[in-house]
């Protein structure tokens, strides 16, 4: 990823040059050993020198741009990164020299003077605080950049909704233009019944291609389940028909309506294809749930590196949480195979009908649950971190228990409901609320409004 770096200089003399320079160094030496690719503006002290390091910055393919104030420049230019600059912005506030009697850069002032004023204007910076090469200082800006950039990313995103959401399950309904005014998202509607002629398209020889990769996952088919050979050739084809609505369409991220019309018109559940497409990186949601979708894609831009998922929250009591799906669940969060609940192919719990992974999700991981969602003119989240532990009972499908720090998750569920939250959350790896809450407060055209949040440790 490309970061522009722009230095904001002074045209007069004032406060402390020597301390200015040192800071500029330690900058550039930060940047250069950061996992981004950085590209440097100096000097910069006046509109026509902003506005040409802008056209320069954007035609070099900078994602991010960070503002700093090694001694304080001129306030009079961030109303220009308003005009010229539309992607994330980051100011870095550098610190005083503590040697120094005197003022010596008055670089927070700058930088809070950039902040309060973009704000105020409606286009909120990301900030960061910190001498650089600090440590605190390196893994903030990081994480800041990767913050700003996946705000970038879903502000210009693609998403498709094949179908609609499922029968009955209104709370999922999407709404282009709000995704659109909001979010910044363009929605991409596809049909079913050109779903389904898609899934029809392809040649016997692409959907034997494909079996042999699926094969390679590794998944057996679970003991006393037997499936006829049609049904691995109709997962193939759902996958592929996916794989090509998301390639042609260049889609980010996609939500499916899996169910009544595929396994009535099939007879075979599309969850095995959804499980293959999320584990290649796909965002993905089953029911239609765009919003779901979404959740996925912001788990990805965000660094989580195995894949999200939606899953319904089955059951709780004040401790914990149980989650439950029909099963989609991608391989990765699974129990690893070779273990005695490692993920296998059977049949849908409900109508016995091919093909669903039933698995548990793997125990003793860090995990996530959240949830984006439209709630009148704004879109909310709830959040909540926690760790996977053994499930109390069976479930078939696939399963997964959450334990919560803190408690309180029958306050949390029953403020859930009463502010609009739908039944899926988004489930991903590790602790990432931190990162998700900074996101949602500095997305734009509109903030994302945190509503709930349990189960966060000190240290995250």
Not at 120 to 148: C, F, Y
Not at 304 to 332: M, Q, R, V, Y
């Amino acid at each position: 990823m490309k970061v522009a770096l722009f230095f904001i200089s002074r045209k007069r003399p004032g406060f402390d040059p020597d301390w200015g320079a040192f800071l500029e160094r330690e900058i550039r030496s930060q940047l250069q050993q950061s996992p981004f690719e950085p590209l440097f503006f100096s000097a910069i002290t006046d509109e026509s020198a902003l506005k040409a390091s802008i056209v320069s910055a954007r035609q070099a393919g900078a994602e991010v741009l960070i503002v700093t104030q090694p001694t304080m420049g001129d306030g009079n230019l961030f109303p220009v990164f308003l005009n010229e600059w539309d992607c994330p912005v980051i100011i870095w506030a550098t610190p005083e020299n503590p040697n120094n009697p005197k003022v010596s850069a008055c670089g927070l002032v700058g930088a809070h003077n950039w902040a309060s004023g973009m704000s105020q204007a409606g286009s909120p910076p990301h900030l960061v605080i910190g001498l650089p090469g600090d440590p605190k200082t390196v893994t903030t800006l990081n994480e800041t950049v990767l913050i700003a950039a996946a705000s970038k990313k879903i502000r210009h995103a693609r998403v498709g909704l094949i179908g609609d959401h499922a029968p009955g399950f209104l709370n999922m309904a999407v709404d282009a233009v709000a995704l659109q005014q909001l979010l910044g998202i363009h929605l991409k509607r596809i049909g079913l019944h050109e779903f389904c002629t898609i899934v029809k398209s392809f040649s016997n020889s692409e959907v034997a291609d494909d079996r042999k990769k699926a094969e390679l996952s590794g998944l057996l088919i679970r003991s006393g389940v037997t499936f006829d050979d049609n049904v691995f050739d109709i997962s193939s084809r759902y996958y592929l028909a996916v794989k090509r609505i998301v390639e042609e369409e260049s889609l980010d991220a996609i939500a499916l309506r899996c169910w009544p019309e595929l396994p009535n018109e099939f007879g075979v559940w599309s969850y095995w294809s959804v499980a293959r497409l999320a584990s290649d990186g796909i965002n993905i949601c089953e029911e239609g749930d765009v919003d779901g979708a979404i959740g996925c894609l912001i788990a990805r831009s965000l660094g989580c590196e195995i894949a999200a998922f939606n899953s319904d929250w089955l059951e709780h009591d004040d401790k914990s949480i149980t989650l439950w799906h029909a099963g989609a669940t991608p391989f990765e969060m699974c129990e690893p195979f070779g273990s005695p609940y490692a993920p296998t192919l059977s049949v849908h719990f409900n109508n016995g009908k091919p093909v669903v992974v039933e698995a548990r999700i793997r125990s003793g991981i860090p995990v996530t649950l959240f949830r984006i969602w439209k709630f009148h003119n704004e879109y909310r989240l709830a959040l909540c971190e926690g760790q996977t532990d053994v499930p109390t009972r069976e479930i078939a499908g696939c399963s997964g228990r959450v334990l919560v720090h803190g408690g309180g998750v029958e306050q949390f569920f029953y403020d859930a409901c009463y502010t609009g939250m739908p039944h899926h959350v988004t489930v991903l790896k590790g602790h990432f609320a931190s990162k998700i809450k900074r996101f949602a407060n500095h997305h734009q055209p509109k903030p994302i409004r945190v509503v709930l949040q349990i189960g966060q440790e000190e240290q995250t």
